[in-house]
């Protein structure tokens, strides 16, 4: 029942920000065909549901072939790979508005799991990525909320980025997706939706922790980190 209700709140979210957010993304559009590399979306293998590999949709932000260039699958604040109207959608968040297309296939939800690219799942302890993706990977979620500046959070960082990542950031990250997928429910996921809402008004809230007591606490203090 869940999963047929989940399904139902995705396409009805997804149109009705489809129609919403038509007016911003023709211009945008525009804007990067005449701009950067002249591309519009860029689309990557992120592993989804059940551990099945799908494209994800993007608005084009970084270099061509940034992959194999500068941190790789890590991304820095100020990373030189980005382009100029490319920080300013990544630091919006504007670049992850696509994904409704994704939703609209049927291979991501509005919320759930972040999708990510083999080097940064491979960072997830093995109990992590054994039952991560037993729901469809989220435009947003409850990781997404807490890790909403990741990149300011490891450009910080004293030691190298993927470093951070992997003692850092990838086990609390894999606690707190554990956390969604024993806690999923409509109104947990009501409740993600309106937390995101939230977080881009006030990005530096922790309203998250109040309102899902549970969350595992954060392993580390980013302060003490830098």
Known sequence: MY??????????????ALLLLLPLFIPICIILKLTG?????????????KNEYFYIWKYATMLKNSL??????????????VTPIGGFLR???????PQIINVLQGNMSVV?????????????????KAVVYNSKPGITGIGSIIFRDEEKLISAATIPPHEFYKKYIA???GEVELWYQQN???????????LTAWAIIKPESELHFS???TLPKRNFNPEELN
């Open 37 to 49: 590399e002249g591309e519009v979306f860029y689309f990557q293998k992120r592993i989804g549901y």
């Open 184 to 194: 999923k429910s409509f109104s947990t996921d009501i409740l993600i939706i309106f």
């Open 112 to 128: 759930g799991p972040r999708p990510l690219v083999d080097a940064t799942f491979n960072a997830y302890a093995d109990e992590v």
């Open 211 to 213: 309102v899902f007591k």
């Open 3 to 16: 999963t047929f209700f989940k399904r139902l709140l995705d396409l009805f979210v997804a149109l009705i």
């Open 171 to 173: 086990p609390y990250k």
């Open 91 to 97: 630091k919006t968040k504007i670049n992850e508005l």
């Open 68 to 81: 194999n260039m500068g941190t790789g699958s890590i991304t820095l604040r100020n990373d030189p790979r």
